[in-house]
Nanobody
Framework: QVQLVESGGGLVQPGGSLRLSCVAS????????MAWYRQTPGKQRELVAA???????NYADSVQGRFTISRDNSKNTVYLQMNSLKPEDTAVYYC???????????????WGPGTQVTVSS
């Protein structure tokens, strides 16, 4: 099973930007979908963005137009560029992977430690 480690979180002011990285322990070239999730205390983990191995992307309505997911298969890394951040984006962000049923069936991998993003003035 591929292990995932997220990084890049931090404290940022509203309107600011952050880029998150997710490094996989193995080859992601053949993985159908890589995805970013986020979770706040007391709430279910939310699917934020997903990218297929062909480069097609999909976003939650709440982040559409502000977040961009990308993947570099040569580096076994997935990124989440977050712009125009809002206080409601505050959460722990996780990456994971799966097949094309991921949005319904959920991801395959174990959850990594995540990376905390805090948007506050």
């Amino acid at each position: 099973q591929v292990q995932l480690v997220e990084s890049g979180g931090g404290l940022v002011q509203p309107g600011g930007s952050l880029r998150l990285s997710c490094v996989a322990s193995g080859d992601i070239l053949s993985i159908d979908i890589m995805a970013w999730y986020r979770q706040t205390p007391g709430k279910q983990r939310e699917l934020v963005a997903a990218i297929t191995k062909g480069g097609n992307t999909n976003y939650a309505d709440s982040v559409q137009g502000r977040f961009t997911i990308s993947r570099d298969n040569s580096k076994n890394t997935v990124y989440l560029q977050m712009n125009s951040l809002k206080p409601e984006d505050t959460a722990v962000y996780y990456c994971n992977y799966g097949d094309y049923d991921l949005p319904v069936a959920g991801p395959f991998g174990s959850w990594g430690p995540g990376t905390q993003v805090t948007v506050s003035s």
